[in-house]
């Protein structure tokens, strides 16, 4: 194991640090002109595109494009089919995820001011939204739920799901997860092609206001083309964490939060900061003790090798000033007195507070979302959540003092810059009660 070690006193450390936390997830050129191909097609020519890009990609041989919708009917079947235990989990998970987002969702509000001027914002659901879901044996239900819950808590009326069905293969949890949390209509159809049809729409697949939810390069570098057309989430990085430790938690269960980002993909990121360096040596320690014992080692090995550090601070005011830096997607504060230590962290997707809080209950059960900004994005934007299936209109409604009032200023303003049609209609309103 050559994990890197960094230390904040080096007078290297900021270059070092910018080295290891570097992520360029731009598509090469041929990626780009394959998703750029399959843009146009699907956009061209509708559902027998979807049709073709099916039969190529996902080895599924479908004559009518209306064959590629799953009914409520057989969602509903997967959902009463599940052994009882695990439905009995996602609904749980569904319940505190859809009660989390519950807290999150605007009203519309108003004001009237003196001489009888109203002024507010109405906060309206998005007409449709569409939900790309890896499928096959890459199948997350989790994603699902996380995707689907906070459209239907703001009121979305129609959300779309996607999911290839690769040779066929159909994902039991992933239908069933659609069912509990409500999703209207699902296409067997994945990749580019997907986002496409989502953007443009064809005879069989609307298009929707926005579309959410993980894929891979090609669907990454579709939604990032499509933008404009509809809204995206986010384009997403590899996973991340960073725990922030001052030395006192079982060095244990520390390399094992490491690992659960790490068993991700070989790209993924995990960090400690802490400003015990004996204690940074017991986490290595343990981390080379328990990787054998991990299914996916191999993975593992090679995710803390290339992007894995220890990093060791003066104390931990400094591990916040470098959190703050990263603005990692999962941060573990496992540290005394959390609660107010909370308060010195700016930059973060999420924040998981305290020794007994692992990483892995958010991505499930808590109840926030797991969708998250990566690649330093929280240093400007949040989880998905309710908002982002929201939209707001301002209201504006002039009394006739309130047209003369404002229109002796507007007048000046607009004549300033030239834009007398602009000065005469707010003119034409001053004094005309």
């Known amino acids: 194991m050559k994990l890197t070690q960094l230390n904040r006193a080096d007078s290297q450390f900021w270059t070092d640090l910018d080295q290891l936390i570097a992520w360029e997830g731009v598509s090469d050129e041929r990626v780009f002109d394959v998703v750029n191909d399959i843009l146009k097609n699907v956009r061209q020519r509708g559902d027998a595109a979807v049709l073709e890009y099916t039969e190529r990609f996902d080895r599924m041989r479908v004559d009518v494009a209306a064959d590629l919708e799953i009914s409520q009917a057989r969602l509903k079947h997967a959902c009463d089919n599940l052994e009882p235990s695990m439905r009995d989990l996602i609904k749980t998970s569904a319940e505190r995820i859809r009660a989390y987002h519950e807290h999150q969702k605007a009203d519309s ?7 009888g001027t109203l002024l507010g914002q109405q906060v309206t659901p998005m007409d449709k939204v569409g939900l790309y879901v890896p499928g096959g044996k890459a199948a997350y239900p989790s994603s699902v739920l996380m995707n689907a819950i906070p ?3 703001a009121g979305v009326p129609e959300l779309i799901m996607v999911v290839p069905t690769p040779d066929g293969e159909v994902n039991e949890l992933v239908l069933a997860s659609a069912y509990i949390a409500g ?3 699902v296409f067997t159809v994945g990749g580019a092609q997907a986002i496409a049809a989502l953007a443009y729409g064809t005879d069989t697949i609307p298009p929707v206001a926005k579309i959410v939810g993980p894929g891979n390069i090609y669907v990454a570098t579709a939604k990032r083309m499509v933008f404009g057309a509809v809204g995206i989430d986010m384009i997403a990085g590899p996973s991340e964490i960073l725990v922030i430790c001052d030395g006192k938690t079982n060095p244990d269960w520390i390399a094992m939060d490491l690992f659960s980002q790490a068993e991700h993909d070989e790209d993924a990121q995990s960090i400690l900061v802490t400003p015990d360096a004996h204690y940074a040596q017991d986490v290595i320690a343990s981390v080379e003790k328990l990787l054998p014992q991990m299914e996916r080692a191999e993975i593992i090995e090679k995710s803390l ?9 003066k104390d931990l005011d400094e591990a916040a ?3 703050n830096y990263i603005a990692p997607e999962h941060l573990e504060l496992s540290v005394d007195d959390v609660e107010n230590y909370v308060k010195k962290i700016r930059n973060a997707g999420a924040i998981f507070m305290g020794r007994y809080t692992a990483e892995a209950i958010g991505d499930y059960c808590a109840g926030p979302n797991h969708v998250l900004p990566t690649s330093r994005t929280a240093r400007f934007s949040s989880p998905l959540g309710v908002y982002d299936f929201q939209k707001r209109s301002s209201l504006i409604m ?6 003369t009032t404002l229109g002796k200023i507007a007048s000046p303003f607009a004549r300033g810059e030239g834009l007398t049609a602009h000065a005469r209609s707010a003119e034409y ?4 009660s």
Not at 398 to 403: D, E, F, I, L, T
């Open 151 to 153: 459209a239907k808590v």
């Open 321 to 323: 000033e470098v959190c």
């Open 109 to 115: 509000w108003s004001y009237k001011e003196a001489d």
């Open 398 to 403: 002039c009394s006739p003092q309130g047209a």
């Open 183 to 185: 999703v209207d209509r």
């Open 429 to 432: 309103r001053i004094d005309a």
């Open 305 to 313: 090798n290339e992007r894995g550090a220890i990093i060791v601070v």
